[in-house]
């Protein structure tokens, strides 16, 4: 065998060996559900969107448990399909880091209905202990919860322009397109330059005035919104 052919075998093993290296292995676990009454969607569909290839489907409980085996070298980036018919077809985009010994973890969809007004959405859970289906079930109650809060804020939403509104005894800020849990009332609150009350916003500008609000750490306010 010549150098050049043994320095060509040598080549090819190291990359085999390589790639055998970067093998990983991605486990992920949740429900299916409609995006409206929350309730399981069974039969749900799982496609690989880059391959087109089918991994998994939901069972009667609206349940899935997928397997990826992902040979790419650097960090973990893969795109999911979830159809059912009746819904429209949804898909999850995933970036995740370097790991090196891949990964396990919940996710949950809701499928908006093709006539349907509730959006499609997706939401990561804490795998805690396990993906099995009793944690799956387990992990759903926090998702349950957050979505109801957003339906509700969703309707606090029509026909004002309110920036600081109160459900159940909690107290929020609200722009356009996201929301920010206070801790009172009274929470002092940047705007531009100015310190305002929580309370006193809704006299002080309107929501479709909000381009950044965040929680900040500052010694006369919590919570900062910038209107330019």
């Not at 069974?42 to 990826?68: C, F, K, M, Q, V």
């Not at 973890?105 to 805690?128: E, I, N, R, T, V």
């Amino acid at each position: 065998m010549t150098k050049k052919a043994i320095g060509l075998l040598l080549l090819i093993c190291t990359s085999l060996l390589h790639l055998s290296a970067q093998a990983r292995t991605i486990q992920l676990a949740g429900l299916v559900v409609d995006s409206q009454t929350l309730n399981p969607i069974s039969t749900a569909d799982i496609y690989d969107d880059e391959t087109h290839r089918l991994i998994g489907s939901t069972n009667t409980e609206g349940y899935y448990h997928i397997s990826i085996n992902y040979n790419k070298p650097s960090d973990i980036r893969f795109k999911l399909r979830v159809v059912k018919s009746g819904y429209k077809a949804f898909t999850q985009t995933e970036h995740w880091g370097n790991l090196s010994n891949g990964a396990a973890s919940l996710m949950y969809f809701g499928l908006q209905q093709k006539l349907g007004a509730a959006p499609a959405f997706s939401s990561l859970g804490d795998k805690g202990n396990g993906i099995t289906y009793e944690q799956v079930l387990q992990g759903f109650i926090k998702v349950r919860e957050s979505r109801v809060l957003e339906t509700q804020l969703a309707h606090a939403r029509q026909g004002n322009q309110k920036v600081f509104i109160q459900l159940d005894d909690a107290a929020y800020l609200l722009s356009n397109s996201g929301w920010i849990k206070l801790n009172s009332a009274d929470d002092k609150v940047r705007v531009d330059d100015k310190i305002v009350a929580a309370n006193q916003l809704n006299d002080a500008l309107k929501r479709g005035q909000i381009k950044w609000m965040s929680p900040v750490d500052e010694q006369h306010a919590k919570f900062a919104i910038r209107t330019k």
